[in-house]
Structure formats: C-alpha cells, structure tokens
C-alpha cells in the first residue's frame, strides 16, 4: 500500500525525484494575489522537511518563480537531520527542541539548530552515534520526523 502523498506546486530546479525542501511558509507578497492555484501551493505545514516523490507532467503558470511557471508534484513529509540530548533517545519518539546553547561559531551549530522544524514530539527515525558539545550537553546525531 503507498502511503499517503500530498500535491504541490514546486519550481522547476525542484521537480525532480528526491528533491528535500522546507516549507518555510506561504508567500507574504503581491504576487500570488488572484491566483488560483494559490491553495495548492500553500497547502503544506510550514517548519516541515518534505521529499519529492512524484513529478507529474503538469505545470501551471506563476508570477512569483523565475522560469513563470510551477510544476506539480506529489511530496511526502521527510526525515530532518539534527540534535537531541542524549537522555531523550530512549524510546522512538522524543520532544525535540534547537539546543540553547547560545554559541553560534559551533561547527555543529547548524545541525543543532536546522531552519524549518518546529519544536515538539517528533519520531526518531535513525540515531548516528554521539557528537561532542562544546557547551556541555550530551548529543546525539539524529533524523526525526515529525509526527
């Protein structure tokens, strides 16, 4: 059984196979006024990491991307490479939140602190070991995805 898709509007450099992004939110800005195909560009979860999965051979015409025009694909809800504190890897879901640790010059800054996911219970998809913390706190590396 193939689980569950949703439909959305990408730009072309996104319509492909494999393809992650973060849907960072709908667009703030004039150009997507009257459009009718608005809805289903804006219909994801924003703070959410999302795969492609299908490229349909369908696209509509847009006022806000570059090449004029959007592609529809379906897409699914991915994995997101971070943090957590180490005592919260004990089951198969955990509460995760950016670490505040206030040292962004951290060479594992990025990783701790991902653009997009929105804090709260998310699954633990992998664990990838251990990752030394210069503030102190014991990690671990992980892929969650949000429940």
């Known amino acids: 059984m193939r689980a569950a898709m949703t439909l959305t509007l990408v730009p072309g450099p996104m319509a492909a196979k494999g393809q992650a992004f973060t849907f960072l939110g709908a667009n703030s800005g004039p150009e997507c006024d009257g459009c009718p195909y608005k809805r289903l560009c804006f219909g994801l979860v924003p703070g959410t990491h999302y795969e492609v999965k299908v490229v349909r051979q369908v696209t509509h015409p847009c006022g806000l991307h570059d090449e004029g025009r959007v592609h529809v694909v379906e897409v699914e809800a ?18 995760w939140t950016p670490i505040p640790c206030g040292m962004p010059e951290c060479p594992n800054y990025a990783l701790c602190h991902p653009t997009g996911p929105h804090p709260g219970r998310h699954e633990i998809v992998r664990q990838d070991g251990n990752l030394p913390c210069p503030a102190g706190y014991e990690l671990t590396r992980v892929l969650l995805k949000g429940l």
């Open 78 to 95: 991915a994995p997101f490479a971070t943090t957590v504190e180490t005592r919260l890897t004990r089951g198969t879901a955990a509460t």
